[in-house]
């Protein structure tokens, strides 16, 4: 019973889309805007940097609050399903008719109330790429695919090892689409010399 609240409690509050209620306080729809995705790097491009960086820090709570709170009420084990669930909320809201944002926000605060040890890891990769590469979709992919690896090298136990492969698992599908787009665009250039 308690995997199943840490589940919906998780995933309504995951649901919650800042990046659509701010676009929305300013008049804007994300959904014809920039990449049309309802998330924190779609509010920087259109609303500017400061929105941006507030939806995202929004987005990172709801995955660290009920990961927190249940890891800390209940057991370490409800708290990675509260936050796997507000992971999958932000992906598939219900109040967005189940369109959602890419989730890496919202996983990141999963990983902190979960694995605070995990964070810098992933944190620090994101970071590295997205300077170097000024892509944000490859940082998300790339440290997601990281988490992996520090769950192994930590291997605290095998529902911590399922859960990182769970959270890099919908941040690669995700993130598809811009992968997609990036190698047709590769394409048709190449097709052009």
């Known amino acids: 019973m308690t995997y199943v609240l840490a589940a919906v409690v998780g995933y309504l509050l995951g649901a ?10 300013f008049g804007a729809d ?22 941006g960086i507030a939806v995202g820090l929004l987005d990172v709570a709801k995955g660290y ?3 927190l709170a249940f890891a800390l009420l209940a057991s370490h084990e409800a708290g990675l399903v509260a936050g796997f ?6 992906v598939s809201s219900p109040y967005l008719r189940g369109h959602g944002g890419k989730g890496v926000a ?3 605060g999963a990983i902190l109330g979960s694995h605070p040890a995990w964070a810098p890891y992933v944190l ?27 769950a ?3 291997r605290d136990s095998g529902a911590d090892v399922a859960w990182a492969a769970a959270i890099a698992f919908v941040v690669l599908l995700r993130h598809q689409v811009n992968f997609v787009r990036w190698w047709t665009n590769k394409r048709s250039s190449t097709d052009l010399v």
């Open 16 to 25: 919650v889309s800042p990046a659509t209620l701010v676009a929305r306080h």
């Open 30 to 51: 994300l959904r014809g805007s920039g990449s049309g995705n309802p998330g924190a790097t779609n509010v920087g491009r259109v609303l500017g940097r400061k929105a």
């Open 65 to 67: 609050v009920p990961a």
């Open 85 to 90: 669930a507000a992971m999958l909320g932000h």
């Open 106 to 108: 919202t996983a990141a």
């Open 124 to 150: 620090v990769v994101w970071v590295l790429v997205v300077v170097v590469t000024k892509w944000v979709a490859l940082g998300s992919v790339t440290s997601a695919l990281v988490l992996v690896v520090v």
């Open 152 to 154: 192994l090298v930590y």
